[in-house]
């Protein structure tokens, strides 16, 4: 099991910037993938990036190009770099850790993005 905290979130202009952190804990050398989810109200929680074991990233169509998936493995945390931020990017977004089976999730940090 893995333990998940989100930090980061908040309001910001459309064309801004916000970096989210994932401080990671529990068994962090069993996790195989790890990932960036948002869900807006009334919304289906849907990715926005994922990173592999090995470093391969992956992100949603809508914000390939802006976002960027990292992680500090000598600090055991992910990062998401969100940049020209725009409001439909509204969202809570989830850090999730993948080992077996489902994934642990983190407790959410939301993000406004004003228009």
């Known amino acids: 099991q893995v333990q998940l905290v989100e930090s980061g979130g908040g309001l910001v202009q459309a064309g801004g910037s916000l970096r989210l952190s994932c401080a990671t804990s529990?068994?962090?050398?069993?996790?195989?993938?790890m990932g960036w989810y948002r869900q807006a109200p009334g919304k289906q929680r849907d990715v926005v990036a994922t990173?592999?074991?090995?470093?391969?990233?992956n992100y949603a169509d809508s914000v390939k190009g802006r976002f960027t998936i990292s992680r500090d493995n000598a600090k055991n945390t992910l990062y998401l770099q969100m940049n020209s931020l725009k409001p439909e990017d509204t969202a809570v977004y989830y850090c999730?850790?993948?080992?077996?089976?489902?994934?642990?999730w983190g407790q959410g940090t939301q993000v406004t993005v004003s228009s």
């Open positions: 999730a850790a993948w080992t077996r089976g489902i994934p642990d």
């Open positions: 529990g068994s962090i050398f069993s996790i195989n993938l």
């Open positions: 990173i592999t074991r090995s470093g391969t990233t």
